[in-house]
């Protein structure tokens, strides 16, 4: 649990752990857009999804011209699908809701995320910290 005003910080190394390093940047990404205009977490999972799907047969919201009157349903099914193909992108999903759903049940249900990435400049591989 983390207490209201809490901060979060997570260490990732991504040359030791490059699996972990992507699921925290999504995860914090995903806290960061809670309360964004510019895009939902859901739309950033599923671009991470796009993005590290290696097989076309997961490939997401792809239809056919004709199709796209009738397939709004099939595309958010075939998003979700394609989220529990893929490990990390199925483990933020879920930590989000759990997050999304206490956040409901809050004193401050509209409190913003603040995330920040800092990195060492000047060293290859270096480890990174995350802060929300």
Same mark, same amino acid.
């Given at each position: 649990?983390?207490?209201?005003?809490?901060?979060?910080?997570?260490?990732?190394?991504?040359?030791?752990?490059?699996?972990?390093?992507?699921?925290?940047?999504?995860?914090?990404?995903?806290?960061? +857009? +809670?309360?964004?205009? /510019?895009?939902?977490?859901?739309?950033?999972? /599923?671009?991470?999804?796009?993005?590290?799907?290696?097989?076309?047969?997961?490939?997401?919201?792809?239809?056919?011209?004709?199709?796209?009157?009738?397939?709004?349903?099939?595309?958010?099914?075939?998003?979700?699908?394609?989220?529990?193909?893929?490990?990390?992108?199925?483990?933020?999903?879920?930590?989000?809701?759990? /997050?999304?759903?206490?956040?409901?049940?809050?004193?401050?249900?509209?409190?913003?995320?603040?995330?920040?990435?800092?990195?060492?400049?000047?060293?290859?591989?270096?480890? /990174?910290?995350?802060?929300?």
């Amino acid at each position: 649990m983390i207490r209201n005003g809490g901060m979060i910080s997570i260490a990732t190394y991504p040359a030791t752990n490059v699996e972990e390093d992507m699921a925290v940047k999504l995860f914090v990404t995903c806290l960061a +857009l +809670l309360t964004s205009n /510019i895009r939902t977490w859901e739309e950033e999972i /599923i671009s991470f999804v796009k993005t590290t799907s290696t097989s076309t047969s997961t490939a997401i919201g792809t239809t056919s011209e004709e199709d796209d009157d009738n397939n709004a349903n099939d595309n958010n099914d075939n998003d979700l699908l394609a989220i529990r193909e893929n490990d990390i992108a199925f483990v933020v999903y879920r930590a989000m809701e759990k /997050i999304v759903d206490q956040r409901k049940y809050s004193n401050n249900p509209k409190s913003t995320w603040r995330v920040a990435q800092h990195e060492k400049l000047g060293m290859d591989c270096a480890p /990174i910290l995350y802060t929300a």
